[in-house]
Nanobody
Framework: VQLQAFGGGLVQTGGSLRLSCEASGRTFSDYAAAWFRQAPEKEREFVGAIRRTGGNVYYSDFVKGRSTISRDNAKNTMYLQMNSLKPEDTAIYYC???????????????WGQGTQVTVSS
């Protein structure tokens, strides 16, 4: 499955963004999907994930309550709605797909190219 993330940009502290991840090549509903992010000089970290049907969603503590992950399998797309953005949310955001939910980068075999989110103070 091929993934493409987009929707990043520059936003002020307290603002919102919605990222999208479009899948192609295979049936998107066959895969769980996740968002990760990587800030400069830091490890790639788990943001959250959603099961194949969207019935269960998992979040890291640093986005819980501020972000919503959803998916529309009819459109082969996953979303990350981020609110109340902070400068520390600045990072490249990546989407990933795989067969199981994990916060481990190595558990996800398919990756999109990433989209830059910059939050100004």
């Amino acid at each position: 499955v091929q993934l493409q993330a987009f929707g990043g940009g520059l936003v002020q502290t307290g603002g919102s963004l919605r990222l999208s991840c479009e899948a192609s090549g295979r049936t998107f509903s066959d895969y769980a999907a996740a968002w990760f992010r990587q800030a400069p000089e830091k490890e790639r970290e788990f943001v959250g994930a959603i099961r194949r049907t969207g019935g269960n969603v998992y979040y890291s503590d640093f986005v819980k309550g501020r972000s919503t992950i959803s998916r529309d399998n009819a459109k082969n797309t996953m979303y990350l709605q981020m609110n109340s953005l902070k400068p520390e949310d600045t990072a490249i955001y990546y989407c990933a797909a795989g067969t199981r939910i994990s916060d481990d980068v190595t558990a996800w075999p398919y990756w999109g190219q990433g989209t830059q989110v910059t939050v100004s103070s």
